[in-house]
């Protein structure tokens, strides 16, 4: 019986290598010829006629592992084939021209069809069986589909590829990076890591290993654009299918918990044939003995200068430097580099995961509960048109739950949300910053809906949306309050303008059937808001508002200063609310302008302005009003005892001012902040605490005396 097997090695050998998967190649060797004489029914390999050809001056003869060597080794007749262009004439004319006796197995191992005319070729028996073997199927839509049989190379006995393990201790290879003046380019690191790991097989386990979400317990680390992302870092490890693990911060907890997870998965059935870690930590060098024990190939990633002398002379390990691979640059090269002109962030905006965290919170919200079932979510997924199809809805909660934005809480199928997550912490956040700006602008002012432009106004002023990748620009915030809308918590409408009802304006509402969240504190209602205002003073005011009280004094003396300079009767209120935005860190701002106007201290109107086609909303004091009386004077007293410290050359501080009027109960750290804001006071430069007056500032000059006609305007007016 004639049996051949022939073997396209640099076809194999790189398609494997391209795939990023490595293998052994005298288990290759070996597996392949045992299993030819299987498939053929004979009882000694020796039986069978092996080939293994390739252009062997592309293997340098030191290489270890030599390929012609191995498969030589393993039985075969290595035959040279420099030039491809001719291989079927060649291997036709080498091995079967003269060879009266007909095959009756022919097995090729390729993923090429190069070798297709040699099958037409060969003298076969009526019985001939031709194999194709390989890990493509090259053989379809080809005239030899239905007659040459096609079996996966991997599913062949004694020949697989190698599966790879890789624990990656992240606290200590970024803090190694950092130290030795790499910058830690997480986008970049993910990929050489993954593209590494593959060289040495299949990889069936990648985890990280840091104190995720502990704020300072990791140095910087930035995305390709060299945008910081250190929040965001486990999302995108998870993204890459790279498990972010947390530990406790802490170099004994990592070590701990990456050697528990080691052992453990060393000890099953189906353990890894090579084991990766990144790590340079002495600690590991017990265990990665214990796994060459086993048999294992071990391999750690560290960084030179920050790797263990115990793991570097460790004879049965393999040590790479991460730095080797990963072409990383360092922050001396980055300081030389030319500014990226992109913007400084990546736009946090509206996504399938936004849809969920929504939908989650308001079935949590109306059920009173902490979870909600799988099926609950997605038909409330699909009954707002986030999902077209139950399975659809399925398949975003099952990328959920792989990306950690969900977690299972028990075995029937009920999840919640994973509230530390950075996608639903920052998610969160937004929705309660625009909600809450919505109600309350409603129910303070009495309005039926809110102008789309006015909103986007307001939360362009609002310092909690100041985060990495939020309140980018207007585009940024329309996406946002556009995707509310589509989640039915907004409701937007076209309604004519006041001044042009041709002209069609969009409005927003909030929908009646959202649920609002018990987090989000809304204002009293308009009237009883009237009534309570009008009935406390602003004493009483600080007491449950201290922010907003704090505010009216702000807004008093900042409209004062601006319409006194300028010899203005009224103060821009977009400019006020820019002014002391820094400020207003909720509604303190709207909420002092409404207590003001309510107890007719201002007045707030639309005013003609000379510079603009358009009326201008601006805030006027009543001057003779009791309580905007008292704080001018108030403010007057204060610039006096900063004047007194001026005169006598002594340093102005809060505790020479405390000394300078020791009967006066000022709220110093207010004063203080009021004076700053506004310019009459600075801070010196380098002395914490310590200030200089700007004698010549225009309030300063009319409180000593003059008419202030000489001073500079105050900055930022």
Same mark, same amino acid.
């Given at each position: 019986?004639?049996?051949?097997?022939?073997?396209?090695?640099?076809?194999?050998?790189?398609?494997?290598?391209?795939?990023?998967?490595?293998?052994?190649?005298?288990?290759?060797?070996?597996?392949?010829?045992?299993?030819?004489?299987?498939?053929?029914?004979?009882?000694?390999?020796?039986?069978?006629?092996?080939?293994?050809?390739?252009?062997?001056?592309?293997?340098?003869?030191?290489?270890?592992?030599?390929?012609?060597?191995?498969?030589?080794?393993?039985?075969?007749?290595?035959?040279?084939?420099?030039?491809?262009?001719?291989?079927?004439?060649?291997?036709?004319?080498?091995?079967?021209?003269?060879?009266?006796?007909?095959?009756?197995?022919?097995?090729?191992?390729?993923?090429?069809?190069?070798?297709?005319?040699?099958?037409?070729?060969?003298?076969?028996?009526?019985?001939?069986?031709?194999?194709?073997?390989?890990?493509?199927?090259?053989?379809?839509?080809?005239?030899?589909?239905?007659?040459?049989?096609?079996?996966?190379?991997?599913?062949?006995?004694?020949?697989?590829?190698?599966?790879?393990?890789?624990?990656?201790?992240?606290?200590?290879?970024?803090?190694?990076?950092?130290?030795?003046?790499?910058?830690?380019?997480?986008?970049?690191?993910?990929?050489?890591?993954?593209?590494?790991?593959?060289?040495?097989?299949?990889?069936?386990?990648?985890?990280?290993?840091?104190?995720?979400?502990?704020?300072?317990?990791?140095?910087?680390?930035?995305?390709?654009?060299?945008?910081?992302?250190?929040?965001?870092?486990?999302?995108?490890?998870?993204?890459?299918?790279?498990?972010?693990?947390?530990?406790?911060?802490?170099?004994?907890?990592?070590?701990?918990?990456?050697?528990?997870?080691?052992?453990?998965?060393?000890?099953?059935?189906?353990?890894?044939?090579?084991?990766?870690?990144?790590?340079?930590?002495?600690?590991?060098?017990?265990?990665?003995?214990?796994?060459?024990?086993?048999?294992?190939?071990?391999?750690?990633?560290?960084?030179?200068?920050?790797?263990?002398?115990?793991?570097?002379?460790?004879?049965?390990?393999?040590?790479?430097?991460?730095?080797?691979?990963?072409?990383?640059?360092?922050?001396?090269?980055?300081?030389?580099?030319?500014?990226?002109?992109?913007?400084?962030?990546?736009?946090?905006?509206?996504?399938?995961?936004?849809?969920?965290?929504?939908?989650?919170?308001?079935?949590?919200?109306?059920?009173?509960?902490?979870?909600?079932?799988?099926?609950?979510?997605?038909?409330?997924?699909?009954?707002?048109?986030?999902?077209?199809?139950?399975?659809?809805?399925?398949?975003?909660?099952?990328?959920? %739950?792989?990306?950690?934005?969900?977690?299972?809480?028990?075995?029937?199928?009920?999840?919640?949300?994973?509230?530390?997550?950075?996608?639903?912490?920052?998610?969160?956040?937004?929705?309660?910053?625009?909600?809450?700006?919505?109600?309350?602008?409603?129910?303070?002012?009495?309005?039926?809906?809110?102008?789309?432009?006015?909103?986007?106004?307001?939360?362009?002023?609002?310092?909690?949306?100041?985060?990495?990748?939020?309140?980018?620009?207007?585009?940024?915030?329309?996406?946002?309050?556009?995707?509310?809308?589509?989640?039915?918590?907004?409701?937007?409408?076209?309604?004519?303008?006041?001044?042009?009802?041709?002209?069609?304006?969009?409005?927003?509402?909030?929908?009646?059937?959202?649920?609002?969240?018990?987090?989000?504190?809304?204002?009293?209602?308009?009237?009883?808001?009237?009534?309570?205002?009008?009935?406390?003073?602003?004493?009483?005011?600080?007491?449950?508002?201290?922010?907003?009280?704090?505010?009216?004094?702000?807004?008093?003396?900042?409209?004062?200063?601006?319409?006194?300079?300028?010899?203005?009767?009224?103060?821009?209120?977009?400019?006020?609310?820019?002014?002391?935005?820094?400020?207003?860190?909720?509604?303190?701002?709207?909420?002092?302008?409404?207590?003001?106007?309510?107890?007719?201290?201002?007045?707030?109107?639309?005013?003609?302005?000379?510079?603009?086609?358009?009326?201008?909303?601006?805030?006027?004091?009543?001057?003779?009003?009791?309580?905007?009386?008292?704080?001018?004077?108030?403010?007057?007293?204060?610039?006096?005892?900063?004047?007194?410290?001026?005169?006598?050359?002594?340093?102005?501080?809060?505790?020479?001012?405390?000394?300078?009027?020791?009967?006066?109960?000022?709220? %110093?750290?207010?004063?203080?902040?009021?004076?700053?804001?506004?310019?009459?006071?600075?801070?010196?430069?380098?002395?914490?605490?310590?200030?200089?007056?700007?004698?010549?500032?225009?309030?300063?000059?009319?409180?000593?005396?003059?008419?202030?006609?000489?001073?500079?305007?105050?900055?930022?007016?």
């Amino acid at each position: 019986m004639a049996a051949y097997l022939i073997v396209d090695v640099d076809d194999l050998l790189g398609h494997f290598k391209a795939r990023g998967a490595a293998l052994d190649l005298q288990e290759l060797a070996v597996g392949l010829r045992g299993g030819a004489a299987l498939a053929a029914g004979l009882m000694n390999a020796d039986r069978l006629k092996a080939v293994a050809f390739a252009n062997w001056s592309n293997y340098s003869p030191i290489q270890r592992p030599n390929p012609q060597q191995v498969f030589r080794a393993a039985g075969y007749e290595a035959f040279d084939m420099p030039d491809r262009s001719a291989l079927a004439d060649t291997l036709i004319n080498h091995y079967f021209a003269d060879d009266s006796e007909p095959v009756d197995e022919l097995i090729i191992a390729t993923t090429n069809r190069d070798l297709f005319p040699v099958i037409r070729r060969v003298k076969t028996a009526h019985n001939t069986r031709t194999r194709l073997w390989g890990s493509v199927d090259v053989l379809k839509g080809t005239e030899y589909e239905r007659e040459v049989i096609f079996q996966p190379l991997e599913s062949l006995p004694g020949i697989k590829t190698k599966n790879v393990a890789v624990y990656i201790d992240f606290e200590n290879i970024s803090i190694s990076l950092n130290e030795q003046g790499f910058v830690v380019n997480l986008d970049h690191l993910i990929d050489r890591f993954l593209t590494r790991a593959r060289a040495y097989g299949q990889v069936v386990k990648m985890a990280a290993y840091a104190p995720w979400g502990q704020r300072g317990t990791l140095p910087p680390l930035v995305d390709a654009n060299g945008r910081e992302i250190t929040e965001d870092a486990a999302s995108r490890l998870a993204l890459a299918n790279i498990d972010p693990v947390f530990n406790l911060p802490g170099k004994n907890s990592a070590d701990v918990r990456i050697a528990r997870d080691v052992l453990s998965d060393a000890g099953h059935h189906d353990a890894a044939d090579v084991y990766i870690l990144a790590s340079g930590d002495r600690d590991f060098n017990d265990v990665l003995n214990a796994l060459v024990k086993q048999s294992s190939s071990v391999v750690v990633w560290g960084v030179r200068g920050s790797t263990s002398r115990m793991l570097e002379n460790n004879p049965s390990i393999t040590v790479e430097y991460i730095e080797d691979f990963t072409d990383l640059q360092t922050h001396q090269s980055l300081s030389h580099a030319t500014p990226n002109a992109e913007d400084q962030f990546i736009a946090f905006t509206p996504s399938q995961w936004t849809s969920i965290i929504i939908q989650f919170d308001r079935l949590t919200i109306e059920s009173d509960a902490d979870s909600v079932s799988i099926r609950q979510l997605v038909e409330q997924l699909q009954a707002v048109g986030a999902a077209a199809s139950r399975p659809r809805g399925e398949d975003f909660v099952s990328q959920a %739950l792989s990306l950690g934005i969900l977690k299972a809480v028990s075995t029937r199928g009920h999840v919640m949300v994973n509230g530390n997550h950075p996608i639903v912490e920052k998610t969160r956040v937004i929705i309660d910053r625009i909600v809450r700006r919505v109600e309350n602008t409603l129910q303070v002012r009495g309005w039926e809906y809110v102008n789309y432009g006015f909103l986007l106004k307001g939360l362009a002023m609002d310092t909690e949306l100041d985060r990495p990748g939020c309140n980018i620009d207007d585009q940024w915030r329309s996406h946002w309050i556009d995707a509310l809308v589509r989640e039915q918590v907004l409701e937007r409408q076209l309604i004519p303008h006041r001044q042009n009802p041709d002209d069609l304006v969009p409005v927003i509402k909030l929908c009646p059937t959202y649920p609002i969240p018990s987090t989000i504190s809304i204002s009293v209602p308009k009237e009883e808001a009237d009534a309570t205002w009008l009935a406390q003073t602003l004493e009483e005011l600080a007491k449950t508002q201290r922010e907003t009280a704090e505010m009216v004094r702000r807004v008093i003396v900042s409209v004062e200063q601006f319409t006194s300079f300028r010899k203005f009767a009224w103060c821009p209120l977009g400019s006020l609310h820019r002014r002391l935005r820094v400020f207003d860190t909720g509604m303190a701002f709207q909420l002092a302008v409404e207590y003001l106007a309510k107890n007719e201290a201002v007045n707030v109107e639309e005013y003609t302005n000379p510079q603009s086609n358009y009326a201008t909303k601006g805030i006027s004091l009543n001057l003779e009003h009791e309580l905007v009386a008292r704080i001018v004077e108030e403010r007057d007293a204060f610039i006096r005892l900063l004047l007194q410290l001026y005169e006598r050359n002594q340093l102005i501080t809060e505790q020479s001012v405390q000394q300078a009027d020791k009967r006066a109960n000022w709220d %110093l750290p207010l004063w203080f902040s009021i004076m700053e804001t506004e310019n009459v006071l600075n801070l010196l430069p380098g002395r914490t605490g310590q200030y200089s007056l700007f004698r010549t500032h225009h309030t300063v000059t009319v409180v000593a005396g003059g008419d202030g006609t000489e001073s500079e305007p105050p900055s930022g007016e």
